[in-house]
């Protein structure tokens, strides 16, 4: 295992649009996209607000081959994001696959190129499922069970299951820019994204792959989605009139939850010797990658333990593999999502295996930017890392004030000496991840 693995392609899609310019552009400058939510009416929900992605800057049909067009008609958003977050992650790093050109030779030989792509547990649209279940409402109105089990799911289009998978994100990709290596699909919320890094990043090191497309993308913007993070806890409570791009507040003692946003991000990983052989300049070295379980009393991790000990754990792993000490860490990404109990735990975390050093290291924040896009959330940070990296400059913090103990409050962007960042996560569910990346 001593193959070294450098990012060469970013390729975030977030409310800004698809690629990692849009999104940069935006958090140099501070601007938010969050607004209230359109998809739906959001009226009775207590959070009424989201970072969305306007239709007018993505089309999914524009990004794939004309031989493909077909297919579009059985991607769910999810697989849309996917699509167009590989596209951009695929011509940023100046490769030729199937999906760009498909008379050219491949600049990866496709047995040579895998996918590890993180998504969510995709809800299904609602007018879509709603219409299905309608026949199945007994004579008395109300919906039957027994009946749909018999029949009324017979009443679904014939193709409704292939929408719906969380494997069909990667599927999809691989197909269009013909990724024959190795390929797997993590789904465990936030962390998805950096777990899947880590899975690609050891297919490389071992010689399964020279490249492999890796992240994560997850739509939450959708009745049933939004839901199931309402009745866990975990939005912001805003009406989404004055408030709506100062709702989400990582690490302020005001913070009331976070606010959600579509997107996500794939990244071009590619073994150091493959990308020296075609000239081309890595954003980053990946340099150590660990994941740790925290103990979750209540089955489902909404609140992981206070003390962040696991999400410690995951760090200092990373760091003792890359053989490195906290004082080589000089600016921390982590979740940041703004919801009280994983702020604290992180926070906790962060100042476990930073001691004294945890109030000067700066922190990047992005949801109060692009939102948490929850399955896709690392990637977004993973490439704005990157970016970091390779710009020498940390970008604009917004919206906290109040962060005690961490370089975490409202700051415009400013020039900085950037040799290692640290990528934190935590996740719904408990599982941590943590990535180290050194500037090329």
Not at 15 to 31: K, Q, V
Not at 118 to 129: M, Q, T
Not at 141 to 163: I, S
Not at 245 to 267: K, S
């Amino acid at each position: 295992m001593s193959r070294r693995v450098v990012i060469t392609g970013l390729g975030p899609i977030t409310a800004f649009g698809a690629g990692i310019d849009p999104l940069w552009e935006a958090m140099c400058e501070g601007r938010s996209a969050i607004r209230r939510l359109q998809a739906f009416d959001p009226g009775g929900f207590s959070c009424q607000v989201a970072a969305e992605l306007p239709p007018e800057a993505f089309s999914v049909k524009k990004v794939v081959p004309k031989s493909y067009r077909k297919a579009t008609k059985v991607m769910c958003r999810d697989i849309e994001l996917a699509i167009g977050a590989a596209h951009a992650a695929v011509i940023d790093a100046g490769l030729i696959t199937k999906g760009i050109d498909g008379e050219a030779e491949p600049t990866i030989p496709p047995q040579r190129f895998g996918c590890h792509i993180g998504a969510g547990l995709i809800a299904a649209d609602v007018d879509e499922l709603a219409t299905a279940l309608m026949t199945s409402r007994g004579s008395d109105g109300q919906f039957d069970l027994a009946h749909w089990g018999r029949q009324g799911m017979q009443n679904l289009t014939p193709l409704w299951l292939l929408k719906y998978l969380p494997n069909m994100l990667a599927c999809h990709v691989t197909i269009v820019h013909d990724c024959r290596g190795p390929s797997n699909t993590i789904t465990c919320c936030e962390a998805s994204s950096a777990l899947s890094l880590g899975e690609s990043m050891r297919v490389i090191e071992r010689g399964a792959a020279d490249a492999c497309l890796s992240g994560g993308a997850e739509y939450k913007l959708n009745p049933m989605a939004y839901l199931r993070q309402h009745f866990a806890g975990r939005l912001a409570k805003t009406n989404g009139e004055a408030d709506a791009a100062t709702a989400a507040r990582p690490f302020d003692p005001t913070a009331t939850g976070t606010v959600l946003g579509e997107g996500g991000g794939i990244l071009v990983l590619e073994a150091a010797d493959s990308a020296a052989q075609r000239g081309a300049k890595p954003y980053a070295e990946v340099e150590a990658f660990a994941a740790t379980q925290s103990f979750c009393p209540d089955t489902v991790g909404l609140e992981p333990p206070a003390d962040g000990e696991s999400i410690a754990d995951a760090a200092h792993l990373a760091l003792d593999q890359a053989k490195l000490t906290a004082a080589d860490i000089d600016a921390i990404v982590p979740f940041g999502s703004s919801i009280p109990s994983v702020d604290a735990a992180e926070a906790a975390a962060i100042r476990s295996v930073f001691g004294d050093r945890a109030s000067s290291v700066p922190i990047v924040t992005t949801v109060p930017n692009a939102g948490n896009c929850a399955a896709g959330n690392g990637a977004v940070g993973l490439c704005v890392a990157a970016r970091c990296l390779r710009e020498q400059k940390l970008p604009a913090r917004l919206n906290t004030t109040s962060a005690e103990g961490l370089d975490a409050n409202a700051c415009p962007s400013r020039g900085a000496m950037l040799n290692r960042i640290l990528i934190i996560t935590t996740s719904q569910g408990g599982q941590n991840a943590a990535v180290v990346l050194r500037k090329a």
